[in-house]
């Protein structure tokens, strides 16, 4: 958070962490254990001069330069945030609770290559994909969306990536399918916090099939015209701009399609706070704190939330009829 600059309000700084406090609590000792180690490795790194990894860690991958054939700016215009603050402020709990957790963790533990793509259940054409194939199917888009997390922070970021409906009609649902479900890697050795059980992993979220199949829901595997850090979700993440930030499942290993509603880590672990659909809604409040503002990360100010994060003209009419204030 200090990197940031001025530090907002304590009365902003909400975390989708705090319903967790007790369990934190009851964990201290392994925290404080993995502290001390990181402590440790920090030491060595000052003593020796460069940096000390185990065997299995890598050197944090250099960060392709993407071929993009199109651009869409779907921000209003807006200006995007500071690279630097998108690659360093983060929620990806595999790598501890602070926002400064996943960049100085994931891309040290995290390997990004090779990766498999499971696309499995109500599909015509289930199978696996290696990530760079996958990546070759589609011409990459650079699309600059606005993103608002449900701690009521935001930024404007402009991912690399596909439409999910392009490769979603690539493999062919079947007439069951309604929902899709997208997983995270499971593995411990590389997402070290899955040790512990601040959430239940995999970390896993879902999609109605036409929220999936809209044209403004993409599959990122990119930032900023490079290939995705670690800490953003690296190889393959999702990206649905108008629902709140954590609907927006990283490091994807799994996209299956079903015919009922799939479970999603933050509504299993907090029903009451994290909805299924999670729209954007600044009338709607988080039981312990307003939606209907936001602070830009980078911004002094508070500024009103959007309904649907401003993307309202173009995904509305997939709710038409149904009740928004229970759409949370
Ligand atoms: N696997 C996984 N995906 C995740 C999260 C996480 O903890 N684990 N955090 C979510 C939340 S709360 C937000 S706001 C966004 C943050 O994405 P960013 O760090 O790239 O900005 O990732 C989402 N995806
Ligand atoms: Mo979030």
Redo the contacts with the bound molecule.
């Keep these: 958070m200090d990197e940031l600059g001025p530090t907002p309000p304590s009365s902003e700084i909400i975390s989708?962490s705090h319903y967790l406090r007790r369990r934190e609590f009851l964990r201290n000792a392994a925290l404080f254990a993995a502290t001390a180690t990181t402590v440790a490795g920090s030491l060595r790194f000052l003593t020796r001069g460069r940096r000390v990894t185990d065997r299995t860690a890598k050197e944090p991958a250099t960060l392709a330069t993407l071929d993009v054939a199109r651009h869409v700016e779907n921000a209003g215009g807006e200006e995007a945030t500071p690279e630097r603050d998108?690659s360093t402020?983060?929620?990806?709990?595999?790598f501890g609770t602070d926002k400064s957790d996943?960049s100085a963790n994931a891309p040290a533990t995290l390997r990004p290559r090779p990766w498999t793509v499971t696309i499995s259940g109500e599909v015509e054409k289930p199978g696996e994909v290696d990530i760079d194939q996958l990546q070759r199917w589609f011409p990459l888009e650079e699309r600059v969306y606005r993103?608002r997390?449900?701690?009521a922070w935001s930024?404007v970021?402009p991912w690399v990536g596909f439409p999910l409906g392009d490769l979603l009609r690539r493999v062919g649902p079947t007439s069951r399918a309604k929902y899709v479900q997208l997983t995270?890697l499971l593995d411990p050795e590389q997402m070290p916090e899955q040790t512990g059980r601040v959430?239940d992993w995999p970390?896993v979220e879902g999609l109605r099939l036409d929220e999936a199949m809209h044209p403004l829901t993409l599959l990122a595997v990119g930032l900023y015209g490079k290939t995705l850090p670690a800490?953003?979700?690296a190889p393959l993440?999702l990206v649905v701009p108008w629902k709140?930030?954590?609907k927006?499942?990283?490091?994807i290993v799994e996209i299956r399609l079903s015919e009922t509603q799939p479970r999603t880590t933050w509504n299993l672990a907090a029903p009451n706070e994290y909805g299924f659909y999670a729209n954007v809604n600044p009338a709607v409040d988080h039981p312990r704190w307003s939606q209907a503002s936001e602070r830009r990360i980078g911004d002094l100010h508070r500024r009103p939330t959007l309904p649907f994060n401003g993307y309202g003209e173009q995904v509305a009419s997939l709710y038409s009829g149904m009740d928004l204030r229970r759409l949370f």
Excluded at 89 to 94: D, I, Q, R
Excluded at 248 to 251: A, E, L, N, Q, R
């Design positions: 989708e998108v402020y983060n929620n990806f709990y595999e996943p993103m997390c449900v701690e930024m970021i995270t959430l970390y800490q953003n979700g993440r709140y930030g954590f927006g499942v990283k490091s």
